[in-house]
């Protein structure tokens, strides 16, 4: 699945938590030959993980518990929906109607899957090498599709006060303020204030860097 790991590690800086993925990716590959139906439901699993990673990071009143409880289809199509409002480039027709092949994966998975469902031994139903390929190929290419337009999308992260330890620690040596801590009543009281001395502080290591 190089495409879809490809588009990840071109991601990695910007979302460290996304790099639990590459595990879900390196079960598909170790099993497409020897375990063809582990490797179709790792599919599934990967294409609800990362729509949800997508809808979560770009919709501020995302609620889990409610994206939880959704269906494979409805899940996916959420999060392209929400994703095509940010941007307007995705085809989101054309998607939306892979989809309803995408359905197929995820009724293949509960009729043949060795992870979710127990069965019995021997099974009734088996996938070949074939089709497992197969389901691994459009998977790699809806994803990659997928984040390659996510990646497009500007996100105004919200400003965390641990986001920053060294200009906090900066701050405190510089203004004690006995067993408090200055930098952090600074951000709880007076937001702006705070911002304003982080970008002081962030523009001044920036020159300093430039003239060394």
């Given at each position: 699945?190089?495409?879809?790991?490809?588009?990840?590690?071109?991601?990695?800086?910007?979302?460290?938590?996304?790099?639990?993925?590459?595990?879900?990716?390196?079960?598909?590959?170790?099993?497409?030959?020897?375990?063809?139906?582990?490797?179709?439901e790792s599919c599934k699993s990967l294409l609800e993980g990362?729509?949800?990673?997508?809808?979560?990071?770009?919709?501020?009143?995302?609620?889990?518990?409610?994206?939880?409880?959704?269906?494979?289809?409805?899940?996916?199509?959420?999060?392209?929906?929400?994703?095509?409002?940010?941007?307007?480039?995705?085809?989101?027709?054309?998607?939306?109607?892979?989809?309803?092949?995408?359905?197929?994966?995820?009724?293949?998975?509960?009729?043949?899957?060795?992870?979710?469902?127990?069965?019995?031994?021997?099974?009734?139903?088996?996938?070949?090498?074939?089709?497992?390929?197969?389901?691994?190929?459009?998977?790699?290419?809806?994803?990659?599709?997928?984040?390659?337009?996510?990646?497009?999308?500007?996100?105004v992260k919200e400003l965390e006060y641990a986001d920053n330890?060294?200009?906090?620690?900066?701050?405190?040596?510089?203004?004690?303020?006995?067993?408090?801590?200055?930098?952090?009543?600074?951000?709880?009281?007076?937001?702006?204030?705070?911002?304003?001395?982080?970008?002081?502080?962030?523009?001044?290591?920036?020159?300093?860097?430039?003239?060394?």
């Amino acid at each position: 699945m190089k495409q879809t790991k490809d588009i990840l590690k071109q991601l990695e800086s910007q979302y460290t938590n996304i790099e639990y993925y590459y595990v879900i990716v390196e079960k598909i590959e170790e099993n497409v030959d020897s375990n063809p139906d582990i490797a179709i439901e790792s599919c599934k699993s990967l294409l609800e993980g990362i729509s949800k990673f997508i809808w979560k990071q770009i919709d501020t009143s995302y609620d889990a518990v409610k994206v939880d409880k959704m269906d494979f289809h409805p899940l996916v199509r959420g999060a392209v929906n929400e994703l095509s409002n940010f941007n307007e480039d995705l085809e989101v027709d054309f998607v939306n109607k892979i989809n309803k092949l995408i359905v197929s994966i995820g009724e293949v998975r509960n009729r043949r899957g060795d992870i979710s469902h127990g069965r019995l031994s021997p099974k009734e139903y088996f996938s070949d090498t074939h089709f497992s390929n197969l389901v691994m190929n459009i998977t790699d290419n809806m994803l990659s599709y997928i984040l390659h337009c996510f990646s497009k999308v500007s996100i105004v992260k919200e400003l965390e006060y641990a986001d920053n330890p060294d200009f906090n620690e900066k701050l405190d040596l510089e203004n004690p303020f006995g067993f408090l801590s200055y930098s952090k009543a600074l951000f709880e009281q007076d937001q702006v204030a705070y911002e304003q001395e982080l970008q002081d502080y962030l523009d001044t290591k920036e020159t300093e860097e430039i003239d060394v």
